[in-house]
């Protein structure tokens, strides 16, 4: 039975696996450490932790569960620290990384038999960051991969998994390689496409001055990861390198052969084309949560005047609907309505929705 974890890092990541653990089993003693002796503070306070380690490296002898939140790059680090500690017969160690293949490896190099390291990649996320947006819900209907190390049975992948109950999440068990190919390709390769066309448009911006304006509907939206944390993609991209080597080429083939059919004017095949990529698109899971998080937004259809804002925020407010984001579309095109609610939730959308047909006669759209 595991009465101890051991939980390094204490962001939104590590925070919300806390909460989640203690939503569901408060016994058991939570030790957190931070280099941001803020954060870790916090964390307590919260009661996402039961103690704070004022080393990253504490007494570990009793620990059952070590859970590593922390960068990549860290995380092999720490990896190696652990292998010269003193612990626990038995004891599962496992990470948080958006990369397996190489943290994986170092663990099959500097752990054992008696220590037990189980790859893990919690795929959800949030705009904010820090144990104050930690959430023990944050998991909930997302899917979890476990990539477990060489010496890891069923028995230690169901230990791991009870203790992680509280996250509702979905657990689904990969090889590292096979983890690092697939996220590649729906999550890593999406965010370097997503960069690209905002350097094209940056690029052709001197030449036509309007690009940012005009950009500010649709174009945003597509491209909004782009504006997610460079230097941890910049770290993303270099432990996934080969992976995305191989998405590189084939991308590339893919757009010559675009490129080819209009080229040639090969309406019919452009048409089959674009068909099917939206009878694919169409038939993703709506409610699933995938490797990119997911923004539920609303849209509705108000004249833009002064004061619209505060209107609609003031319907929200009497039914304490919480909101994320707020904006005008400045262009419509595309875009059914003038105003983009954003929520963390679809069950805040869905209560959006009944509030403002309940207070206005305003239409509103989820595309």
């Given amino acids: 039975m595991v009465k101890k974890i051991y939980l390094i890092g ?26 941001n002796e803020d954060q870790a503070s916090l964390a307590k306070k919260i009661g996402a932790i039961d103690e704070i380690s004022a080393a990253l490296i504490p007494d570990l002898t009793d620990v059952d569960i070590i859970f590593i939140s922390t960068p990549v790059e860290q995380t092999i680090k720490i990896i190696e620290q652990l292998h010269s500690a003193e612990l626990k017969q038995g004891v599962i160690i496992t990470d948080v990384g958006s990369t397996k293949a190489q943290i994986v490896e170092c663990a099959n190099k500097y752990l054992n038999g008696r220590i037990k390291f189980i790859g893990g990649h919690p ?10 947006a930690a959430k023990p819900h944050l998991f909930e209907n997302a899917f979890y991969i476990l990539t477990p ?11 791991l998994t009870d203790v992680l109950e509280g996250t509702k999440a979905n657990f689904i068990e990969m090889t590292p390689e096979e983890h690092d190919k697939v996220t590649g390709i729906i999550s890593h390769f999406p965010h370097i496409v997503a960069a690209s066309l905002v350097c094209q448009a940056e690029y ?59 080229a040639n004017e090969e309406a019919d095949q452009l048409y089959s084309y674009f068909e099917h990529a939206k009878q694919y698109r169409d038939g993703l899971p709506e409610k699933q949560k995938g490797a990119i998080p997911s923004f539920y937004d609303l849209f509705v259809d108000v004249p833009d005047y002064p ?58 759209f989820i595309i």
């Fill in 10 to 35: 204490l962001g939104l990541i590590g925070g919300s696996i806390a909460l989640a653990i203690k939503r569901k089993n408060p016994a058991i003693h939570i030790i957190g450490f931070d280099i």
């Fill in 307 to 364: 004061g619209i804002i505060s209107e609609i925020t003031g319907y929200l407010a009497k039914e304490e609907i919480s909101l994320t984001n707020i904006r005008i579309i400045e262009t419509r095109e595309e875009i059914y309505g003038v105003l983009r609610l954003s929520f963390q939730t679809e069950r805040d959308r869905e209560r959006a929705i009944d509030c403002i047909s309940k207070y206005s006669n305003y239409d509103t």
């Fill in 149 to 159: 190390s060489e010496y890891v049975t069923p028995q230690d992948l169901a230990r």
């Fill in 204 to 262: 052709h911006e001197e030449e036509f001055p309007l690009v940012k304006r005009l950009a500010a509907g649709g174009f945003r939206d597509i491209t909004r990861i782009a504006s997610s944390n460079p230097a941890m993609w910049r770290d993303i991209l270099l432990q996934n390198k080969r992976p995305l080597l191989e998405l590189f080429d084939e991308w590339i083939a893919e757009m010559n052969r675009v490129k080819s059919l209009v």
């Fill in 123 to 132: 795929m959800a996320g949030s705009h904010k960051s820090g144990i104050l």
